[in-house]
């Protein structure tokens, strides 16, 4: 299971499925999810989606390319999706995130901000 998601850390922006997965890990793709699941506390598919919204977090905080653009660099295949599933996971969308973001990094911390903005899961 550390292999896979070793995998899922390394290569967030690549297309990864679950059959890809279980073989990176030697196991049956019913039995990887399961496991994952039990090990992790999520599926496979909502651990890539949450490492990919984590790296556009970043992306959307320290850069200012466009939101289309970090939606594609990150592994997300449409806009509409990569909202919608940064949505899910933040709680708002891209732009407002970034506009909140902006403001309230000034004068604060890094190791503060890091923690106030990751992702819960």
Do not use: N
């Amino acid at each position: 299971m550390l292999r896979a998601r070793d995998a899922m850390d390394r290569a967030y922006a690549q297309p990864l499925d679950v059959p890809a997965l279980a073989r990176i890990a030697h196991v049956s793709e019913a039995h990887f999810t399961r496991t994952f699941r039990a090990a992790f506390g999520e599926t496979p598919h909502r651990y890539l989606q949450r490492r990919r919204v984590e790296r556009a977090m970043f992306l959307l905080r320290e850069t200012d390319r466009s939101v289309t653009d970090i939606c594609f660099e990150v592994g997300f295949g449409s806009p509409g999706t990569f909202s919608r599933t940064f949505r899910d996971i933040v709680g708002r969308s891209p732009r407002t995130y970034r506009k909140e973001a902006a403001s309230a990094a000034a004068g604060v911390p890094t190791c503060f901000t890091m923690a106030w903005t990751r992702p819960s899961v």
